[in-house]
Antibody
Framework: EVQLVESGGGLVQPGGSLRLSCVAS????????MGWVRQAPGKGLEWVAI????????YYVDSVKGRFTISRDNAKNSLYLQMNSLRADDTAVYYC???????WGQGTVVTVSS | EIVMTQSPATLSVSPGERATLSCRAS??????LAWYQQKPGQAPRLLIY???TRATGIPARFSGSGSGTEFTLTISSLQSEDFAVYYC?????????FGQGTKVEIK
Protein backbone atom coordinates (compact mmCIF):
# COMPACT_ATOMS: atom_id res chain seq x y z
CA GLU A 1 0.00 0.00 0.00
CA VAL A 2 1.29 3.43 -0.96
CA GLN A 3 1.51 5.52 2.19
CA LEU A 4 2.97 8.70 3.67
CA VAL A 5 3.12 9.09 7.45
CA GLU A 6 4.02 12.40 9.04
CA SER A 7 5.25 13.05 12.56
CA GLY A 8 6.88 15.79 14.58
CA GLY A 9 4.07 18.29 14.99
CA GLY A 10 3.23 19.90 18.30
CA LEU A 11 2.94 23.10 20.30
CA VAL A 12 5.86 25.52 20.06
CA GLN A 13 6.40 29.09 21.21
CA PRO A 14 6.83 31.94 18.71
CA GLY A 15 10.45 32.06 17.59
CA GLY A 16 10.92 28.37 18.27
CA SER A 17 11.82 25.47 16.00
CA LEU A 18 10.28 22.18 14.97
CA ARG A 19 11.29 19.38 12.61
CA LEU A 20 8.63 17.48 10.72
CA SER A 21 9.27 14.02 9.27
CA CYS A 22 7.46 11.98 6.65
CA VAL A 23 8.13 8.32 5.97
CA ALA A 24 7.09 6.90 2.63
CA SER A 25 6.22 3.29 1.82
CA UNK A 26 4.77 1.34 -1.06
CA UNK A 27 6.61 3.18 -3.85
CA UNK A 28 10.17 4.00 -4.92
CA UNK A 29 10.63 7.19 -2.92
CA UNK A 30 13.86 8.19 -4.69
CA UNK A 31 12.06 8.42 -8.05
CA UNK A 32 9.78 11.28 -7.08
CA UNK A 33 9.76 14.95 -6.23
CA MET A 34 8.25 15.39 -2.76
CA GLY A 35 6.74 18.31 -0.91
CA TRP A 36 4.91 19.83 2.03
CA VAL A 37 1.48 21.47 1.96
CA ARG A 38 -0.11 23.28 4.88
CA GLN A 39 -3.62 24.30 5.84
CA ALA A 40 -4.27 26.89 8.53
CA PRO A 41 -7.35 26.29 10.70
CA GLY A 42 -10.50 26.87 8.66
CA LYS A 43 -8.45 28.10 5.69
CA GLY A 44 -7.30 26.90 2.29
CA LEU A 45 -4.28 24.95 1.15
CA GLU A 46 -0.74 26.21 0.48
CA TRP A 47 2.26 24.46 -1.04
CA VAL A 48 5.14 25.29 1.30
CA ALA A 49 8.16 23.59 -0.29
CA ILE A 50 9.16 20.94 -2.80
CA UNK A 51 12.38 19.00 -3.37
CA UNK A 52 13.74 17.13 -6.36
CA UNK A 53 14.56 13.43 -6.33
CA UNK A 54 18.28 13.96 -5.61
CA UNK A 55 17.71 16.86 -3.22
CA UNK A 56 19.63 19.33 -5.40
CA UNK A 57 16.63 21.49 -6.33
CA UNK A 58 14.39 23.00 -3.70
CA TYR A 59 11.64 25.58 -3.95
CA TYR A 60 9.90 27.49 -1.18
CA VAL A 61 6.88 29.74 -0.94
CA ASP A 62 7.98 33.30 -0.16
CA SER A 63 6.46 33.33 3.33
CA VAL A 64 8.84 30.61 4.58
CA LYS A 65 12.04 31.42 2.67
CA GLY A 66 15.00 31.72 5.02
CA ARG A 67 13.09 30.08 7.89
CA PHE A 68 12.14 26.60 6.62
CA THR A 69 14.41 23.98 5.05
CA ILE A 70 13.18 20.94 3.15
CA SER A 71 15.42 17.89 2.91
CA ARG A 72 15.24 14.17 2.22
CA ASP A 73 17.06 10.93 2.94
CA ASN A 74 16.36 8.48 0.13
CA ALA A 75 18.06 5.65 2.02
CA LYS A 76 15.45 6.06 4.77
CA ASN A 77 12.52 6.87 2.45
CA SER A 78 12.10 10.03 4.46
CA LEU A 79 11.24 13.67 3.87
CA TYR A 80 11.85 16.43 6.39
CA LEU A 81 10.85 20.02 7.04
CA GLN A 82 13.01 21.99 9.47
CA MET A 83 11.01 24.99 10.65
CA ASN A 84 12.82 27.81 12.46
CA SER A 85 11.72 31.25 13.69
CA LEU A 86 8.16 30.02 13.84
CA ARG A 87 5.33 32.54 13.88
CA ALA A 88 1.67 32.36 14.85
CA ASP A 89 0.67 32.36 11.18
CA ASP A 90 2.64 29.13 10.66
CA THR A 91 -0.03 27.35 12.72
CA ALA A 92 -1.53 24.70 10.44
CA VAL A 93 -1.92 21.08 9.56
CA TYR A 94 1.18 20.13 7.57
CA TYR A 95 0.75 17.45 4.92
CA CYS A 96 3.51 15.50 3.21
CA UNK A 97 2.54 15.00 -0.44
CA UNK A 98 3.90 13.48 -3.61
CA UNK A 99 3.58 16.02 -6.43
CA UNK A 100 1.86 13.59 -8.70
CA UNK A 101 -0.81 15.05 -6.36
CA UNK A 102 -2.48 11.70 -5.68
CA UNK A 103 -0.59 10.67 -2.55
CA TRP A 104 -0.95 12.61 0.70
CA GLY A 105 -0.21 11.87 4.33
CA GLN A 106 -2.76 12.24 7.08
CA GLY A 107 -1.19 15.49 8.31
CA THR A 108 0.54 16.63 11.47
CA VAL A 109 -0.62 19.63 13.50
CA VAL A 110 1.74 22.49 14.26
CA THR A 111 0.57 25.13 16.74
CA VAL A 112 2.65 28.23 17.37
CA SER A 113 1.49 29.98 20.51
CA SER A 114 2.78 31.35 23.78
CA GLU B 1 2.61 34.36 -8.34
CA ILE B 2 -0.46 33.08 -10.19
CA VAL B 3 -3.68 33.77 -8.32
CA MET B 4 -6.42 31.16 -8.61
CA THR B 5 -9.99 32.37 -8.07
CA GLN B 6 -12.86 29.93 -7.56
CA SER B 7 -16.56 30.63 -7.86
CA PRO B 8 -18.98 30.43 -6.27
CA ALA B 9 -17.72 30.29 -2.69
CA THR B 10 -20.70 28.11 -1.74
CA LEU B 11 -22.94 26.05 -4.01
CA SER B 12 -26.23 24.67 -2.70
CA VAL B 13 -27.34 21.65 -4.70
CA SER B 14 -29.91 18.90 -4.24
CA PRO B 15 -28.81 15.25 -4.48
CA GLY B 16 -29.05 14.05 -8.07
CA GLU B 17 -28.58 17.52 -9.51
CA ARG B 18 -25.65 18.77 -11.56
CA ALA B 19 -22.98 20.98 -10.01
CA THR B 20 -20.68 23.26 -11.96
CA LEU B 21 -17.65 24.79 -10.25
CA SER B 22 -15.41 27.41 -11.83
CA CYS B 23 -11.74 28.24 -11.43
CA ARG B 24 -9.93 31.16 -13.04
CA ALA B 25 -6.17 31.75 -13.20
CA SER B 26 -4.65 35.23 -13.23
CA UNK B 27 -2.47 34.14 -16.17
CA UNK B 28 -2.30 31.09 -18.38
CA UNK B 29 -1.48 27.79 -16.69
CA UNK B 30 -1.95 25.85 -19.96
CA UNK B 31 -3.55 22.55 -18.85
CA UNK B 32 -1.55 22.20 -15.64
CA LEU B 33 -4.56 22.28 -13.40
CA ALA B 34 -5.74 19.85 -10.73
CA TRP B 35 -8.99 19.55 -8.79
CA TYR B 36 -9.29 18.14 -5.28
CA GLN B 37 -12.09 17.18 -2.92
CA GLN B 38 -11.63 17.67 0.80
CA LYS B 39 -13.87 16.53 3.63
CA PRO B 40 -13.51 17.69 7.27
CA GLY B 41 -10.53 16.19 9.03
CA GLN B 42 -9.22 14.53 5.88
CA ALA B 43 -6.40 15.19 3.46
CA PRO B 44 -7.34 16.43 -0.01
CA ARG B 45 -8.23 13.76 -2.55
CA LEU B 46 -7.12 14.23 -6.15
CA LEU B 47 -10.02 14.16 -8.61
CA ILE B 48 -8.67 15.60 -11.87
CA TYR B 49 -5.22 16.43 -13.22
CA UNK B 50 -4.12 17.87 -16.54
CA UNK B 51 -7.38 19.86 -16.43
CA UNK B 52 -9.47 16.94 -17.68
CA THR B 53 -7.95 13.56 -16.75
CA ARG B 54 -9.69 11.71 -13.94
CA ALA B 55 -7.41 10.29 -11.28
CA THR B 56 -7.42 6.57 -10.55
CA GLY B 57 -10.65 5.40 -8.96
CA ILE B 58 -12.58 8.64 -9.47
CA PRO B 59 -16.16 8.09 -10.65
CA ALA B 60 -17.13 9.15 -14.16
CA ARG B 61 -19.65 11.68 -12.77
CA PHE B 62 -16.66 13.96 -12.14
CA SER B 63 -15.33 15.74 -15.21
CA GLY B 64 -12.96 18.62 -15.80
CA SER B 65 -12.57 20.97 -18.72
CA GLY B 66 -10.78 24.13 -19.77
CA SER B 67 -7.31 25.40 -20.54
CA GLY B 68 -5.36 28.61 -20.25
CA THR B 69 -7.15 30.66 -17.61
CA GLU B 70 -10.68 29.23 -17.38
CA PHE B 71 -11.51 25.83 -15.92
CA THR B 72 -14.61 23.96 -14.86
CA LEU B 73 -15.29 20.96 -12.64
CA THR B 74 -18.65 19.32 -13.27
CA ILE B 75 -20.32 16.75 -11.06
CA SER B 76 -23.07 15.33 -13.22
CA SER B 77 -25.36 13.91 -10.53
CA LEU B 78 -24.47 14.72 -6.95
CA GLN B 79 -24.32 11.84 -4.52
CA SER B 80 -24.43 12.22 -0.73
CA GLU B 81 -20.69 11.56 -0.47
CA ASP B 82 -19.91 14.46 -2.84
CA PHE B 83 -20.84 17.19 -0.39
CA ALA B 84 -17.43 18.64 0.48
CA VAL B 85 -15.05 21.49 -0.32
CA TYR B 86 -13.41 21.50 -3.75
CA TYR B 87 -10.11 23.17 -4.60
CA CYS B 88 -8.38 23.87 -7.88
CA UNK B 89 -4.59 24.12 -8.01
CA UNK B 90 -2.21 25.03 -10.82
CA UNK B 91 1.22 23.50 -11.26
CA UNK B 92 2.42 25.47 -14.26
CA UNK B 93 5.28 27.12 -12.40
CA UNK B 94 6.38 27.70 -8.82
CA UNK B 95 4.79 28.61 -6.53
CA UNK B 96 1.96 26.19 -7.16
CA UNK B 97 -1.16 27.84 -5.78
CA PHE B 98 -4.68 26.78 -4.83
CA GLY B 99 -7.97 28.55 -5.21
CA GLN B 100 -9.79 29.47 -2.02
CA GLY B 101 -12.25 26.60 -2.41
CA THR B 102 -15.91 26.03 -3.25
CA LYS B 103 -18.10 24.42 -0.61
CA VAL B 104 -20.78 22.18 -2.10
CA GLU B 105 -23.59 21.87 0.40
CA ILE B 106 -26.93 20.12 0.49
CA LYS B 107 -29.84 22.29 -0.64
Amino acid sequence: EVQLVESGGGLVQPGGSLRLSCVASGFTFSNYWMGWVRQAPGKGLEWVAIIKQDGREKYYVDSVKGRFTISRDNAKNSLYLQMNSLRADDTAVYYCARPTFDIWGQGTVVTVSS
Amino acid sequence: EIVMTQSPATLSVSPGERATLSCRASQSVTSKLAWYQQKPGQAPRLLIYGASTRATGIPARFSGSGSGTEFTLTISSLQSEDFAVYYCQHYNDWPWTFGQGTKVEIK
